[in-house]
């Protein structure tokens, strides 16, 4: 007979107080008074800078700015096929819809027909072919979705209209699609040459070290050969791409887009339209979600919208709608893994061999430094003294995928974790015993594969603080009893641990500048190229300058992103906008005090060392003046009241033939331990409690960054266990393109005990008033979900039978595990 559950865990408005008691006890009100009373602008919890807009719904996105007098619409033209020959191309239909100004295609584009981020492999609307009658007879068409035409209207619903008629007007030959990335694998078929990197302890290199490899994996006492897949996943950001482009003089084009990389969509634009950069203008105040789907992926759309807006001398708007924006953008890429590893009888890795398998879509976007993320996390905490790692980009005849929240690094380490679980179970030892046994040392066993000293290792205190706060050990043993009780219901507990590099894989991306400009009544307006997507990087970037001029926050007003304001700015990705922005601002305002300060100990008569910019005052001991009274002084004395900062991350080198240097700043760490309950009969399951344990350093922002952990746990989730990705097997058609079909996590699936808590420790490395990234790390962090499924599903053969559970850990797929466990035990 099955054990009883206890209810409460069952209740979702009871968990969602629980939550709220619980995530007010982690933040001390009353030591952050203090630290705001001493002048602490930064470590102290501050309101998202939007917030009050968000809530009352007054928060433009660019779908909400008034639209300019004469603005036209955009839709696009999608191919029919995965794959396919153009014999004709007939729009005549399209044209004749009420209200369509213009149909656009390649042809029209006056400059280069090319939005590939890195490799130039990537048309904006598809290459046709044209005979000497000017009549379309060929062109390739690459996945069902690609958009071929777009139709410009008066109204947005007519531009639908006519684009719906594509499947009439596009008249092709089918070629038969690669769908799958293992069978691209098998015909050799990549977007980008296979990448390997070998790290031996042996003095050899190339074919020899991956020789030494082997002979490692082949002397070890125990050996473990085994596969795993793991799905894609959709960034499903609340704000869909949307570009709003306006002809300006003299060839000029303004443009409002949804984008993650404003200064890579004024690029693109510039080269469609064959202009110079400084012709294009592009300004992005906030997005509605981006999650690495708009940070190159937004290329087709700017370079859509800029192009009709430049040939029809009229402003053109386009956004698209929910299915077109599942059917054209790439998402995160799934991944297939063969994995060969050795090891010894404490479940000690001796040595490895991993081949990755990505699905890179039908051209390159960035699917190159994605698999280098992942293979230079392959690691994760772990030492591996004998590694080969292979990664293979391959070439499908689907949507080109791109970034998503951990680029590559949650697919590299989700499959170590599964060398490490499945190591356990066949020694019969704690999941977490083996995992222990293979940290990185502090002062040995501490260099990646990728030959990075690991400096800064705090994987050992967080994780024994973690599994004691959350009671590990003896819910385990609980757990172990309540499920010999339960045949229909089991229990499952894991505790995963994470390691993440911050930094991007490309040096010359770790930059950024930023503007601060203080007016003559002392108010602050701070500019900088980070993209806002609801992380939080304006609220932190003000925080950084109210602290470093020691005023309040309400002096300080952040404005839109903008390449005529900060130019060659970077990505806001790479969880590197705080680290980047942040310095660059306060490299601005640090200058502008130290013009300040000169003048302050004038009229106060002391030293410029004895002053202190602290709660709207500049003050040395008793005498003390107002800032807005300095600064009302300093303009009249014609002191410079504005400045621009610059900040290049130190120390940092890669080589990427080689896949060797020192790709990270630093790392950032953390831990989850979580609990679930699986319903063998259905596949059904529930996460019943989750303790979370995250490094961000010295927080800028303890508020905001508690939030990124809960917001990247639960996106993680939502990943590993229930978005699933479907094509059709013959059409190559998305099926899962909507709402309708595709399931994200909703509040229901938090779990009723949520204890996210920030580990006490600051960084290493001269980072920000010493913070850690935030953004992508804790996505890793509900591997513990999967993991602690995995768990319980062993438990249905009494953990005899390591089960062979692919992600995303579905209902479907956990019955397939439970079958084979079961029959396994038998």
């Keep these: 007979m099955n054990k009883p559950l206890d209810p409460a865990l069952l209740q979702p408005g009871q968990a969602f107080a629980d939550w709220q008691a619980n995530r007010a006890s982690r933040i001390d009100p009353a030591a952050e008074a203090t630290a705001q009373d001493a002048g602490r602008r930064v470590g102290v919890s501050r309101p998202h800078e939007s917030a009050h807009l968000h809530v009352a719904g007054a928060a433009p996105y660019i779908d909400d700015l008034p639209e300019l007098a004469g603005t036209l619409h955009a839709a696009l033209g999608l191919s029919p096929v995965a794959h396919g020959r153009v014999t004709g191309l007939d729009l005549a239909a399209v044209r004749a819809v009420p209200g369509v100004v213009a149909v656009l295609t390649a042809a029209d584009i006056p400059g280069v027909n090319d939005c590939g981020s890195i490799v130039h492999d990537e048309p904006i609307l598809a290459e046709l072919v044209t005979g000497p009658d000017g009549a379309v007879c060929g062109g390739e068409l690459r996945y069902l979705g690609q958009p071929v035409f777009a139709v410009i209207a008066r109204s947005r619903e007519a531009a ?46 190339g074919e020899a070290a991956l020789a030494a490899v082997r002979a490692a994996l082949a002397a070890a006492p125990h050996r473990l050969t085994t596969a795993l897949e793991v799905g894609g996943q959709e960034q499903f950001y609340l704000e869909g791409q949307i570009s709003y482009a306006i002809p300006r003089e003299d060839r000029g084009i303004q443009l409002h887009c949804s984008t993650q990389h404003p200064t890579e969509m004024q690029h693109l634009v510039a080269h469609a339209l064959g202009l110079a950069s400084h012709r294009v203008q592009v300004e992005c105040r906030r997005m509605g979600g981006g999650f690495g789907g708009k940070e190159s992926q937004s290329a087709p759309f700017a370079c859509i919208a800029a192009v009709a807006a430049a040939k029809l001398q009229r402003p053109v708007k386009l956004r698209l709608d929910r299915d077109d924006d599942f059917l054209i953008t790439g998402r995160r890429h799934c991944f297939s893994y063969d994995i060969d590893v050795g090891y010894d009888d404490e479940g000690r890795v001796l040595a490895s061999e991993v081949s990755m398998i990505s699905r890179a879509g039908h051209s390159a976007d960035l699917s190159a430094p994605v698999m280098t993320r992942a293979l230079c996390h392959y690691d994760n905490a772990y030492w591996l003294p004998e590694v080969a790692m292979h990664g293979y980009c391959a070439k499908t ?38 995992r222990r046994v293979n940290f990185y040392g502090r002062t040995e066993r501490n260099v990646t594969p990728y030959t990075q000293v690991v400096s800064d290792n705090v994987i050992h205190g967080l994780v024994d603080e973690l599994a004691a706060s959350s009671g590990y050990a003896a819910r385990r043993a609980e757990i172990a009893a309540w499920n010999a009780d339960s045949p229909v219901l089991k229990r499952g507990l894991a505790l995963t641990p994470v390691k993440f590099g911050i930094s991007f894989n490309v040096k010359h991306f770790n930059q950024a500048g930023a503007l601060v400009h203080v007016y003559a009544d002392g108010s602050i307006l701070v500019n900088h190229g980070g993209t806002e997507m609801g992380q939080g990087l304006n609220t932190k970037v003000a925080q950084v300058v109210a602290h470093e001029l020691g005023v309040d926050f309400g002096r300080v007003r952040v404005t839109a992103t903008d390449t005529q304001k900060v130019a060659n700015t970077s990505a806001t990705a790479a969880s590197t906008g705080s680290d980047l922005n942040g310095k660059a601002a306060q490299d601005a305002a640090r200058q502008i005090r130290e013009r300040l300060a000169p003048l302050a100990a004038a009229r106060l008569g002391v030293e410029p060392s004895a002053l202190v910019f602290a709660n709207d005052r500049v003050q040395a001991g008793t005498a003390s003046m107002g800032f807005a009274e300095l600064v009302a002084a300093a303009y009249v004395e014609r002191i410079q009241l ?40 259905t596949g059904e399951w529930k996460l019943l409690r989750a303790d979370v344990l995250h490094d961000v350093g010295r927080s800028l922002n303890p508020a905001v960054d508690i939030g990124q952990v809960e917001g990247a746990f639960i996106q993680g989730m939502g990943w590993l266990t229930m978005e699933e990705l479907v094509w059709h097997p013959t059409t190559g058609k998305l099926m899962t393109h909507a709402p309708s079909t595709y399931k994200i996590p909703t509040a229901n699936d938090c779990p009723p005990v949520f204890d996210v808590r920030l580990f006490q420790g600051e960084n290493v490395e001269d980072s920000i008033h010493r913070s850690k990234a935030v953004g992508e790390p804790p996505l890793l962090l509900p591997f513990s979900v999967f993991f602690a499924i995995r768990d319980a599903v062993s438990a249905a053969g009494g953990h005899r039978v390591d089960p062979p559970l692919s992600a995303p850990a579905t209902s479907e797929a956990i019955l397939r595990a439970l079958t084979a466990v079961q029959a396994g035990a038998a």
């Excluded at 290049?648 to 080689?658: D, I, K, Q």
């Design 160 to 205: 639908r209209r006519a684009a719906a008629l594509a499947k009439q007007a596009i008249r092709c030959e089918p070629l038969p699609p690669v769908l799958s990335p293992r069978e691209a694998h098998a015909r050799g078929q990549y977007v980008l040459p296979p990448m390997h990197l070998t790290r031996t302890q042996a003095p050899a290199d």
């Design 397 to 434: 005849n689907t949507q080109s995928n791109t970034a998503f929240r951990g680029f590559g690094g949650p697919q590299g380490a989700i499959a170590i974790e599964n060398v490490m679980d499945s190591i356990a179970r066949r020694l019969g030892k704690d999941p977490l015993e083996v």
């Design 642 to 681: 504005w400045s621009d900062g610059f900040y290049a991350t130190p120390g940092l080198s890669w080589n990427r033939e080689t896949l060797r240097g020192r790709p990270f700043y630093y790392f950032a760490y953390g831990a989850a331990c979580s609990e679930v309950v699986v319903d063998t009969l």
